[in-house]
């Protein structure tokens, strides 16, 4: 038979045990949140209209929720031998998602600012319509379409020392490729194609992440962007290089 002590006991054991149990269930998890946010930086590897090592950053937000999407990106270049820089490239683009029953309408627009490229300035602003026709916990491949402006300000080269600017409606087409190849690695490809009236360009942006502690992960990335008439004294094909240390805010 249970003595007093024993019964008093086993009622503080119970009473203490109550209270944690209920603060964290042993099914809890961490409640997902909207907002998603990614800083890396590291070192750059350029081929092409330039031929430098230097630093490099990115920083991505996205906030999804159950009706829109919301993504920007700020890239930054720079590079510099001695105390001239040699190559200072900034870009930015913004992303408004507005999800339907099947699929998605986007807005979007893009800046880039790039004073040893072979155009100095290019502006573009597209619309048009997207879905995602894998999607699955390991891989997803999003599809996108629709019409375009593109403003652009070539090099001044020795031929054309005050270049003309340019004015083109495109029309944007885009590939978004992303593979989980293990628990904590995974590959991403976006194929871009911009068709214009008076020029043509294609980006292949590809990168691999390893996480390796919690939130912090290694990258490697590659942007290749082929661009099919460029200034005299230009290339037709920029490659950028990275390996970057990233952490993830979620």
Do not use: H
Not at 38 to 47: P, R
Not at 176 to 185: M, S
């Amino acid at each position: 038979m249970m003595t007093i002590k024993k019964r008093v006991t086993t009622c503080l054991l119970f009473l203490l045990s109550a209270p944690a149990w209920a603060l964290v269930p042993p099914d809890y998890q961490e409640p997902t949140t909207s907002f998603n946010a990614e800083v890396e930086a590291g070192l750059q590897l350029n081929s092409g209209n330039n031929e430098t090592k230097n630093f490099n950053g990115r920083t991505y937000l996205t906030y999804d929720t159950l009706k829109t999407k919301q993504e920007g990106t700020v890239k930054v270049y720079y590079a510099a031998d001695g105390s001239e820089s040699t190559a200072e490239k900034y870009e930015l683009f913004l992303q408004s998602n507005y999800k339907l029953q099947r699929g998605y309408v986007f807005g979007r627009g893009e800046l880039t600012w790039n004073e040893f490229g072979s155009y100095t300035r290019i502006t573009t602003i597209s619309s048009g319509y997207g879905f995602d026709l894998i999607k699955n916990n390991r891989t997803k491949l999003s599809l996108e379409a629709g019409p375009g402006y593109r403003y652009d300000q070539p090099q001044a080269s020795t031929e054309d020392p005050y270049p003309d600017e340019n004015r083109d409606v495109i029309l944007r087409s885009a590939a978004k490729y992303n593979v989980k190849l293990q628990e904590y690695t995974s590959f991403n490809a976006d194929i871009t194609a911009e068709t214009g009236l008076d020029n043509n360009t294609l980006t292949l942006d590809m990168s691999y992440k390893n996480t390796f502690i919690q939130d912090w992960a290694f990258k490697i990335g590659m942007n290749i962007k082929y661009t099919e008439v460029v200034p005299e004294d230009s290339k037709n094909t920029d490659t950028v290089t990275t390996f970057n240390l990233l952490y993830t805010f979620q």
